[in-house]
């Protein structure tokens, strides 16, 4: 969470200034914006890398060193430095930003991080001087250098934030509180591949990344905000070349909005990934071929919608161009044995009829350890959509008999209510939460402690098995009869007869006065 007051002011005042200025499409605006952040830091990285090389008395070759062809003219790399353009008159510095500077960074390619790589169809849309250069100033004054790690990534969470305007965009962001349930529920490791097959802006990779340096960073380090958001986190604990495969290989990202890639990789690069692997590709497509080499899967793909069966990834043994269902089995694919996997989906998948929805549900069961179902509130994505969800949670690999029979297990099923927010549009924060109970009930199932807690449900899997893998918790949650008691018939009888004597008694009244 950003706590800083005046950062927000500035994040706010830069949203004004791009709509004030004309763009007023939130996706294209953050997109502008990222691409300003980036230039800064881009800067103050190369900087930095300069300065330890010295430091090291190594050979350092800068991003700027050297000179482009822009145009058929030989322009120096040094003139393509946010410290240089930044103080350029209006239009020229217009101008120069999208003739030259958008030329650099559209051929860096892999002369540093992968975000680069995602820069080739960038596009410099900011249609006046005037707006740029406030732009500008705001970043300049919000001295992002200066800030660590923390809240460079907290700054551009708050930016991002505002794509909760944009759901006529299509462009839906998981509230951040579950994303963090999730994360904490599947508690990735050091050394671990981490996975997000449509990442968007990245928030569950983001999670993981914060999770695993909160987790071993020491205790008398951490802080925390009001909102329960661990800082400082330094991963103290965490073995140096671990450390380095954190930063650099294990979190991998795809999206087929090459927008949400460019946005995703900001901001992994700004939590504090030097290399995001974060990927354009449709996950779903004939194109993509990766399998079995993640340990932790967190993901919310995109439902409710369908593709083209012509492109539709052969691998697949679900036959729908459903996506919720197709994301499944493909999440299932792509974990090693053993990996574990925390997916929302739609209720739908939970309990639909069709041989696809079963079959998904079977591969869940059957091939899989299905540890457990969070039922969520039907306004945890709203104002933008109203639909009920679950979170799918679940290892790779069967529970087998010595003999190699399926075994029967327990499933836990949790009945969230409340999730710290109003559940209307306007979702506004309320003391009810469930999920500080989720994450402890969760913490307990292991043990297979039978709490008195009624939002919590076990139900084996030879009854699911025997209701059509049916998954949605309404089916095996006990129904509670309360006992009411009723006065004696000769009681009601006898209050029948007095108020047919009352109604009698004022019809009576009436007609007296007719």
């Known amino acids: 969470m950003l706590t800083s007051a005046s950062l927000k002011s500035q994040v706010d005042s830069l949203w004004s200034r791009f709509w004030s200025g004309g763009i007023s499409n939130p996706l294209t605006a953050i997109e502008q914006m990222s691409y300003l952040i980036f230039l800064?830091?881009?800067?103050?990285?190369?900087?930095?890398?300069?300065?330890?090389?010295?430091?090291?008395?190594?050979?350092?070759?800068?991003?700027?060193?050297?000179?482009?062809?822009?145009?058929?003219?030989?322009?120096?790399?040094?003139?393509?430095?946010?410290?240089?353009?930044?103080?350029?008159?209006?239009?020229?510095?217009?101008?120069?930003?999208?003739?030259?500077?958008?030329?650099?960074?559209?051929?860096?390619?892999?002369?540093?991080?992968s975000f680069t790589q995602h820069m080739e169809d960038a596009m410099f849309s900011i249609p006046k001087a005037s707006l740029l250069q406030e732009a500008v100033k705001i970043i300049d004054d919000m001295h992002i250098s200066e800030q660590n790690i923390d809240v460079q990534g907290d700054l551009y969470e708050?930016?991002?934030g505002q794509l909760?305007?944009?759901?006529?965009?299509?462009q839906f962001r998981t509230p951040r509180h579950i994303i963090r349930m999730m994360a904490k529920m599947m508690n990735p490791q050091p050394g671990e591949r981490v996975c997000d097959p449509a990442a968007g802006t990245a928030g569950f990779l983001v999670a993981a990344y914060e999770h695993m340096l909160e987790t071993n960073t020491s205790k008398d380090i951490l802080t925390y905000d009001e909102e329960g958001k661990a800082h400082n986190l330094i991963g103290d604990k965490i073995d140096?070349?671990?450390?380095?495969?954190?930063?650099?290989?294990?979190?991998?990202?795809?999206?087929?909005?090459?927008t949400m890639v460019r946005m995703g990789a900001m901001n992994l690069m700004l939590h504090g990934v030097d290399n995001p692997n974060f990927r354009y590709a449709d996950a779903l497509s004939k194109q993509f071929n990766e399998r079995q080499c993640y340990d932790v899967i967190l993901a919310n793909p995109p439902f409710k919608g369908s593709i083209d069966e012509s492109d539709i990834n052969p691998r697949f043994g679900v036959k729908t161009k459903k996506t919720e269902l197709?994301?499944?089995?493909?999440?299932?694919?792509?974990?090693?044995?053993?990996?574990r996997a925390a997916v929302i989906v739609p209720d739908g998948v939970l309990f639909g009829n069709s041989n696809?929805?079963?079959?998904?549900?079977?591969?869940?069961?059957?091939?899989?350890?299905?540890?457990?179902?969070?039922?969520?509130?039907?306004?945890?994505?709203?104002?933008?959509?109203?639909?009920?969800?679950?979170?799918?949670?679940?290892?790779?690999?069967?529970?087998?008999?010595?003999?190699?029979?399926?075994?029967?297990?327990?499933?836990?099923?949790?009945?969230?209510?409340?999730?710290?927010?109003?559940?209307?549009?306007?979702?506004?924060?309320?003391?009810?939460?469930?999920?500080?109970?989720?994450?402890?009930?969760?913490?307990?199932?292991?043990?297979?402690?039978?709490?008195?807690?009624?939002?919590?449900?076990?139900?084996?899997?030879?009854?699911?098995?025997?209701?059509?893998?049916?998954?949605?918790?309404?089916?095996y949650k006990p129904v509670e009869h309360k006992a009411v008691e009723y006065e004696k018939p000769e009681v009601l009888m006898d209050k029948v007869m007095m108020l047919e004597e009352e109604i009698v008694a004022y019809v009576r009244t009436i007609r007296s006065e007719m």
């Not at 380095?244 to 909005?257: E, I, R, T, W």
């Not at 197709?326 to 990996?339: A, M, N, P, R, T």
């Not at 039907?378 to 190699?404: C, E, H, I, M």
Request: glycine residues 6%; charged residues 30%.
């Open 240 to 258: 140096p070349k671990l450390h380095k495969f954190l930063k650099s290989q294990a979190l991998s990202g795809y999206d087929f909005d090459a």
């Open 158 to 160: 708050y930016l991002l």
């Open 40 to 113: 800064k830091r881009l800067e103050d990285i190369d900087d930095a890398k300069a300065a330890a090389a010295k430091r090291r008395k190594q050979d350092y070759k800068s991003l700027f060193s050297g000179k482009m062809d822009v145009g058929g003219r030989k322009i120096d790399k040094e003139k393509c430095r946010w410290s240089y353009w930044s103080q350029l008159s209006g239009d020229e510095m217009l101008r120069h930003v999208r003739d030259v500077v958008f030329e650099f960074l559209r051929n860096l390619g892999s002369e540093t991080s």
């Open 326 to 339: 197709l994301f499944v089995e493909l999440i299932y694919d792509l974990l090693e044995s053993g990996g």
């Open 356 to 475: 696809a929805h079963q079959d998904v549900r079977k591969i869940l069961v059957d091939k899989c350890t299905l540890d457990g179902i969070v039922s969520m509130p039907s306004g945890v994505f709203k104002p933008y959509a109203g639909v009920s969800t679950a979170v799918l949670l679940f290892t790779k690999g069967a529970l087998r008999q010595a003999q190699g029979d399926m075994r029967d297990y327990d499933v836990w099923f949790y009945d969230m209510q409340a999730d710290g927010f109003s559940l209307d549009d306007k979702r506004q924060k309320i003391a009810d939460n469930d999920i500080p109970d989720v994450l402890t009930e969760w913490a307990a199932r292991k043990a297979k402690q039978k709490s008195n807690n009624k939002k919590v449900v076990w139900v084996n899997t030879k009854d699911i098995r025997v209701n059509k893998y049916d998954l949605s918790i309404s089916r």
């Open 164 to 170: 909760s305007t944009a759901g006529k965009n299509g």
